[in-house]
């Protein structure tokens, strides 16, 4: 598996954009939405913050400088220690770009909402294999919108998991465009809990914020 991620990241230089066609059922799908925990629809744009479904293993996501030490802007993604944090909330953009439903199955850029120099540094994407660890990690650094072979990266997915959510790299922007699918779980390294790929998905819920 870890090999077929490689290829299909290495692949993303080398592909021809031609070979990248947008495919508008991607957009106008009719799968269900996604509720958030009062069982409004999630909408791209307001702010919602992410929470884990099971107690005592943590709270919300937010980026920091863990593993990467070399940039100025937060690439790490990672959960908090303690349950009672929320975490920073995070903001969905659909695959038009346009307001409204964001539902299952469905590609989204995920971008955390922070007032900074860094606010437009915030978008989730794939981050590089880690040798070391033998891992892939959802960093930020990403680019929104823009679906291309470039940025097949940046773009995840909502899927129901039980009566939750968990999210899924296994972007389909793209027609006739390969790539691998696989959850998106936490890595625990040194106490800490990065966002990763994961054959343990992360259940999650989403709570807006106003």
């Given at each position: 598996?870890?090999?077929?991620?490689?290829?299909?990241s290495l692949?993303?230089?080398?592909?021809?954009f031609?070979?990248?066609?947008?495919?508008?059922?991607?957009?106008?799908?009719?799968?269900?939405?996604?509720l958030?925990?009062?069982?409004?629809?999630?909408?791209?744009?307001?702010?919602?913050?992410?929470l884990?479904?099971?107690?005592?293993?943590?709270?919300?996501?937010?980026?920091?400088?863990?593993?990467?030490?070399n940039?100025?802007?937060p690439?790490?993604?990672?959960?908090?220690?303690?349950?009672?944090?929320?975490?920073?909330?995070?903001?969905?953009?659909?695959?038009?770009?346009?307001?409204?439903?964001?539902?299952?199955?469905?590609?989204?850029?995920?971008?955390?909402?922070?007032?900074?120099?860094?606010?437009?540094?915030?978008?989730?994407?794939?981050?590089a294999?880690?040798?070391?660890?033998?891992?892939?990690?959802?960093?930020?650094?990403?680019?929104?919108?823009?679906?291309?072979?470039?940025?097949?990266?940046?773009?995840?997915?909502?899927?129901?998991?039980?009566?939750?959510?968990?999210?899924?790299?296994?972007?389909?922007?793209?027609?006739?465009?390969?790539?691998?699918?696989?959850?998106?779980?936490?890595?625990?390294?040194?106490g800490?809990?990065?966002?990763?790929?994961?054959?343990?998905?992360?259940?999650?819920?989403?709570?807006?914020?106003?």
């Amino acid at each position: 598996m870890n090999t077929l991620l490689l290829l299909f990241s290495l692949s993303l230089s080398i592909i021809p954009f031609t070979l990248c066609v947008p495919n508008p059922s991607r957009i106008l799908s009719s799968s269900s939405p996604v509720l958030d925990i009062n069982g409004d629809k999630v909408q791209a744009g307001p702010n919602y913050f992410i929470l884990p479904v099971i107690r005592g293993k943590g709270g919300g996501l937010y980026p920091s400088n863990v593993k990467q030490h070399n940039s100025t802007c937060p690439r790490d993604i990672v959960q908090e220690t303690d349950e009672v944090q929320q975490g920073l909330p995070v903001v969905f953009t659909r695959l038009d770009a346009k307001k409204g439903v964001v539902r299952v199955s469905t590609d989204v850029n995920v971008r955390f909402y922070t007032p900074t120099i860094c606010a437009r540094e915030t978008i989730w994407k794939l981050g590089a294999y880690d040798d070391k660890l033998k891992q892939y990690f959802v960093v930020t650094g990403g680019v929104e919108g823009n679906p291309g072979p470039q940025t097949v990266g940046n773009w995840f997915k909502i899927e129901k998991f039980g009566s939750d959510y968990k999210f899924v790299f296994c972007p389909s922007v793209c027609e006739f465009y390969k790539v691998i699918c696989k959850d998106v779980g936490v890595f625990m390294k040194d106490g800490v809990r990065f966002l990763a790929l994961s054959d343990t998905p992360f259940k999650v819920m989403f709570k807006k914020t106003f």
